[in-house]
C-alpha cells in the first residue's frame, strides 16, 4: 500500500510540474561516463536524437556502437588496393558506381602501365578506356583521371597534396574522395561518408540528414576527431556484410540491442546467416592484397580480374 501511494503521488507531482518519467533503455545503459567535450568538427549539425533520447545517450550509444563494431571488425581497413597516395586517389576516383572488387581488379594493368601521374597524365586516352572498361562509365573515368594526374603534374610537381581544400579541387575529387586518401594514405582524420556510411548511420539515427556534407557534420560531432577514420572503416565494413541495403541479417548483427531499426531485416539467426557477405559468410573480400591481420582473421584474398 505505502508503495502504491508513493507511485501515485510522484505521478501527480509529475503531472502539477509538466516533468515527464524519463525511460532509460538498455541500449543506452552505460556504467562509464564518456566525455563529449571537443568531439565536434569545425562545423556542426544538431543532431536529433531518436524519441526521448537525449544528446548525452545519442552520444553514449553512437560511441557503444564504435566500439562494438570495432571488437567485431578489429582488421577493419580500406578495401582499396593501393601502394601510394597517387593510386589510392586514382582508385578512389574509379569506385564511383562501381565495386571496390572491380576497381581492384582493373588498377593493376592500369598501374603497371601507368605508374606515375606523368605517365598517366600523357596517355592515350583510347588506351586508358579499354583498360578501365570493366569499371563502367569508362569514358568519364578516363577523362577524370588524366586530368586528374595533368593537375597533380601542373599544380602540385606529381605530388598528391594532404590536404582538404586542394584535393577538392582535383578533376573527380569531392569530399568523400579527399577524405578516403587523407586518412589512409596520410593519416588525418576524416569521415567517408560513401552509400553504406549514410544507410547505416541513419537506420541507427545518429542523424536524419540526407546531404553527405551534413551527414559528415552530424556524425563527426558524436566522436572525436582520432575516432573519425577507423570509424568510417567500422561502419562501412559493417554496411558491406551484414547491414545490407535490401535485406539486412538483423539476426546475426552484433549490435542488434543497440539498433533502433532492428527488425527491418530477417530476425530468425539461422535464416540472418544466410545473407552474411565477404569473409562474414566465407566468401573473399574486396582486395586482391588484403592487410595481414585480414588474413590471420580469416578473410580472403578476392581473385583477379577474369578468375571469377
Given at each position: 500500500m505505502k508503495k502504491a501511494t508513493a507511485a501515485k503521488k510522484?505521478?501527480?507531482t509529475r503531472?502539477?510540474?509538466?516533468?515527464?518519467?524519463?525511460?532509460?533503455?538498455?541500449?543506452?545503459?552505460?556504467k562509464a561516463t564518456i566525455a563529449v567535450k571537443d568531439a565536434a568538427p569545425a562545423k556542426t549539425i544538431a543532431t536529433k536524437p531518436p524519441g526521448n533520447e537525449s544528446r548525452t545517450a545519442l552520444v553514449r550509444r553512437a560511441r557503444r556502437i564504435d566500439r562494438e563494431l570495432a571488437e567485431v571488425y578489429p582488421y577493419a581497413h580500406p578495401e582499396l588496393d593501393f601502394e601510394s597516395p597517387f593510386q589510392l586517389i586514382v582508385a578512389t576516383v574509379l569506385s564511383a558506381q562501381t565495386t571496390d572488387l572491380r576497381v581492384n581488379q582493373t588498377t593493376p594493368a592500369l598501374f603497371a602501365r601507368y605508374p606515375a601521374p606523368e605517365d598517366l597524365a600523357a596517355a592515350n586516352p583510347e588506351e586508358v578506356e579499354e583498360i578501365l572498361r570493366p569499371t563502367g562509365f569508362f569514358r568519364a573515368k578516363t577523362k577524370s583521371v588524366i586530368g586528374l594526374s595533368k593537375a597533380l603534374v601542373e599544380q602540385f610537381g606529381g605530388e598528391v597534396p594532404d590536404n582538404v581544400e586542394d584535393l577538392v579541387k582535383l578533376p573527380g575529387v569531392g569530399r568523400k574522395t579527399a577524405f578516403v586518401v587523407l586518412g589512409n594514405a596520410f593519416g588525418h582524420p576524416g569521415i567517408t561518408v560513401d552509400t553504406h556510411f549514410q544507410r547505416l548511420v541513419r537506420r541507427w539515427q545518429w542523424t536524419d540528414q540526407t546531404d553527405p556534407d551534413k551527414i559528415e557534420a552530424a556524425v563527426g560531432a558524436l566522436f572525436p576527431k582520432s575516432d573519425w577514420t577507423m570509424l568510417s572503416h567500422h561502419v562501412i565494413f559493417h554496411g558491406r556484410r551484414i547491414c545490407h541495403a535490401r535485406k539486412p541479417a538483423c539476426g546475426a548483427c552484433p549490435i542488434a540491442p543497440l539498433c533502433p531499426a532492428y527488425g527491418e531485416g530477417e530476425t530468425d539467426p539461422e535464416k540472418a546467416k544466410k545473407l552474411l557477405k565477404y569473409e562474414k559468410g566465407g566468401f573473399p573480400g574486396q582486395r586482391l592484397k588484403p592487410p595481414q591481420a585480414y588474413l590471420d582473421a580469416g578473410g580472403k584474398p578476392a581473385p583477379p580480374l577474369g578468375a571469377g
Amino acid at each position: 500500500m505505502k508503495k502504491a501511494t508513493a507511485a501515485k503521488k510522484a505521478t501527480a507531482t509529475r503531472k502539477a510540474t509538466g516533468t515527464k518519467k524519463t525511460a532509460r533503455p538498455e541500449v543506452v545503459a552505460e556504467k562509464a561516463t564518456i566525455a563529449v567535450k571537443d568531439a565536434a568538427p569545425a562545423k556542426t549539425i544538431a543532431t536529433k536524437p531518436p524519441g526521448n533520447e537525449s544528446r548525452t545517450a545519442l552520444v553514449r550509444r553512437a560511441r557503444r556502437i564504435d566500439r562494438e563494431l570495432a571488437e567485431v571488425y578489429p582488421y577493419a581497413h580500406p578495401e582499396l588496393d593501393f601502394e601510394s597516395p597517387f593510386q589510392l586517389i586514382v582508385a578512389t576516383v574509379l569506385s564511383a558506381q562501381t565495386t571496390d572488387l572491380r576497381v581492384n581488379q582493373t588498377t593493376p594493368a592500369l598501374f603497371a602501365r601507368y605508374p606515375a601521374p606523368e605517365d598517366l597524365a600523357a596517355a592515350n586516352p583510347e588506351e586508358v578506356e579499354e583498360i578501365l572498361r570493366p569499371t563502367g562509365f569508362f569514358r568519364a573515368k578516363t577523362k577524370s583521371v588524366i586530368g586528374l594526374s595533368k593537375a597533380l603534374v601542373e599544380q602540385f610537381g606529381g605530388e598528391v597534396p594532404d590536404n582538404v581544400e586542394d584535393l577538392v579541387k582535383l578533376p573527380g575529387v569531392g569530399r568523400k574522395t579527399a577524405f578516403v586518401v587523407l586518412g589512409n594514405a596520410f593519416g588525418h582524420p576524416g569521415i567517408t561518408v560513401d552509400t553504406h556510411f549514410q544507410r547505416l548511420v541513419r537506420r541507427w539515427q545518429w542523424t536524419d540528414q540526407t546531404d553527405p556534407d551534413k551527414i559528415e557534420a552530424a556524425v563527426g560531432a558524436l566522436f572525436p576527431k582520432s575516432d573519425w577514420t577507423m570509424l568510417s572503416h567500422h561502419v562501412i565494413f559493417h554496411g558491406r556484410r551484414i547491414c545490407h541495403a535490401r535485406k539486412p541479417a538483423c539476426g546475426a548483427c552484433p549490435i542488434a540491442p543497440l539498433c533502433p531499426a532492428y527488425g527491418e531485416g530477417e530476425t530468425d539467426p539461422e535464416k540472418a546467416k544466410k545473407l552474411l557477405k565477404y569473409e562474414k559468410g566465407g566468401f573473399p573480400g574486396q582486395r586482391l592484397k588484403p592487410p595481414q591481420a585480414y588474413l590471420d582473421a580469416g578473410g580472403k584474398p578476392a581473385p583477379p580480374l577474369g578468375a571469377g
